[in-house]
């Protein structure tokens, strides 16, 4: 019997040609086993909630809840098919009621030919809100993971927190949940919306009766894409990504795939650096990184249905 990595290699390549981009009227919430609002809704701010001990206020919100994570004092990243605009609402705590740091947002860029997407503040964030560290790791195409496409390096199997819209009623710039799930694999060059050089992590919904079941186990659902995903390293929260697309409806294995930010790094820390207006100069580069970046030659023709 063929391995899961080749079962579902093979389905990626060919039963995922009907894709579609779902409006953003149809949204729907992140989909968390056993999820209840204490556990997995941030603003119901209850000591019992998942993420308690981790600083969440650099997760911001436009008035329409599409996402935008701060990764400096006036960058944000999300994914660039649901890219954010206007005002972004930033909480420096998990309390509903607390006055919102608010920032605009004056220019944004396309990260080359992925689906990521950076976007500049009008002005820095005070050092009440956070900004996350970000995967530096250049991940290839290499040894074959047990469980699906290639091997995620360091980040293989640890346990992600995944944020996504609550099935709370909240307000759009307060619709945040988080569950979690393990990386479950890799995959270089997804071909979807038009993006050839979109790398990505993979997450499987696996069953409560698998190794690899974790409590809150999550899946995405269309409106979730652009919101960050992380881990936990040493008590502090590094961003592994933007949540970016799942399996076509009705399909199974269920998976959810995250914009893989280590393999671009160089050129989002082009983009800090270039702030507050990057030049025309590095505004290319940024597009272009992909070819100063040793790329993988892993050709995929995967076609993801968009989250």
């Not at 890219?83 to 608010?102: C, H, L, M, Q, W």
């Not at 290639?150 to 980040?155: D, H, L, P, T």
């Not at 990504?241 to 160089?266: D, H, K, L, R, V």
């Amino acid at each position: 019997m063929r391995s899961i990595a080749h079962q579902i290699s093979f389905y990626l390549a060919t039963l995922l040609a009907a894709v579609f981009i779902a409006p953003e009227r149809l949204q729907a919430d992140i989909l968390i086993d056993s999820y209840s609002a204490n556990t997995n809704d941030r603003f119901t701010n209850n000591s019992a909630f998942i993420a308690s001990a981790f600083n969440l206020s650099g997760i911001g919100q436009s008035e329409s809840g599409r996402w935008a994570t701060a990764i400096s004092r006036n960058v944000v990243i999300s994914a660039n098919h649901l890219e954010p605009s206007g005002v972004i609402r930033f909480y420096s705590d998990n309390n509903p009621s607390t006055a919102p740091v608010t920032r605009t947002i004056v220019s944004g860029q396309k990260v080359g030919s992925t689906d990521l997407y950076v976007a500049v503040l009008d002005s820095a964030l005070p050092s009440s809100i956070a900004h996350y560290s970000f995967a530096n790791e250049i991940l290839a195409a290499g040894s074959s993971s047990p469980f699906i496409g290639f091997n995620a390096g360091i980040y293989q199997d640890l346990n992600a927190y995944m944020v996504g819209r609550s099935p709370a009623t909240n307000a759009p710039f307060q619709d945040q949940a988080i569950g979690r799930n393990r990386v479950s694999g890799y995959f270089e060059n997804v071909n979807f919306l038009g993006n050839s050089d979109s790398d990505a992590l993979i997450f499987l919904r696996d069953p409560g009766s698998t190794p690899q079941y974790v409590p809150f186990e999550a899946y995405l659902q269309p409106g979730d894409s652009g919101a960050p995903l992380f881990v936990d390293i040493n008590g502090e929260f590094r961003l592994l990504g933007t949540n970016a697309f799942i399996n076509s409806p009705n399909t199974s294995p269920e998976f959810s795939g995250i914009n893989y930010i280590g393999n671009q790094a160089s050129a989002i820390n082009a983009y800090i650096v270039a702030v507050p207006e990057p030049s025309s100069t590095l505004l290319v580069a940024l597009g272009g990184m992909g070819v100063m970046i040793l790329r993988r030659r892993i050709n995929s023709s995967k076609t993801p249905t968009i989250s």
